[in-house]
C-alpha cells in the first residue's frame, strides 16, 4: 500500500486500479427525528414518502407518494418513466398544493436515503416549506 493511503483514505479518495482513484464524497443524512414512531395526534405532524418501480407492458413505470401518517391518506403523488429528484419533487409539489400547511408547521418528513430524497434542489423544497427531513 503506497505511504499516501492514510491521507487519501481520510479525504475519501479510494484506488480500484494502479492509476485509476476516485472521490467518494460522504452526503451528510437527516438525523432520526422520529426514533421510529409514525403515530402522530394530528394531520401534517408526520409523513412518509417512498417511491416504487411498477412493472408494465410497456417497461417500467415509477410512483413515488407521500401518506400523512395521522390520517393515513396519500396526500401527493406522481408517476414517470425515471426514478429521479423531478419524480420525487412533483409528489411533494403535489401535497403542498393539496395540504395548506400552517407557517409554523412542526411537519417531519421520513423518506430513505436515496439519492432522490437527499438531492439538493429536494432538501431546498422542503426548506423553504418549513419541512424538517428525517432519514
Not at 391518506?73 to 406522481?78: D, K, M, T
Not at 426514478?83 to 409554523?104: F, G, I, K, N, S
Amino acid at each position: 500500500m503506497p505511504s499516501t493511503w492514510p491521507i487519501l483514505g481520510e479525504h475519501h479518495w479510494y484506488s480500484f486500479g494502479e492509476n485509476l482513484w476516485y472521490i467518494f464524497a460522504r452526503k451528510v443524512t437527516a438525523p432520526n427525528l422520529l426514533q421510529r414512531d409514525f403515530s402522530a395526534d394530528a394531520p401534517n405532524e408526520k409523513g412518509v414518502g417512498d417511491s416504487v418501480g411498477i412493472w408494465t407492458d410497456e417497461g417500467w413505470l415509477y410512483l413515488a407518494a407521500l401518506l400523512d401518517t395521522y390520517s393515513r391518506l396519500i396526500v401527493g403523488w406522481a408517476m414517470s418513466i425515471y426514478r429521479d429528484e423531478a419524480l420525487v419533487e412533483a409528489a411533494l409539489r403535489m401535497a403542498l398544493a393539496r395540504r395548506e400547511l400552517p407557517e409554523d408547521s412542526d411537519l417531519i418528513q421520513h423518506t430513505d436515503r436515496g439519492s432522490q430524497y437527499t438531492a439538493d434542489n429536494y432538501l431546498e423544497l422542503l426548506k423553504a416549506h418549513g419541512i424538517q427531513h428525517e432519514r
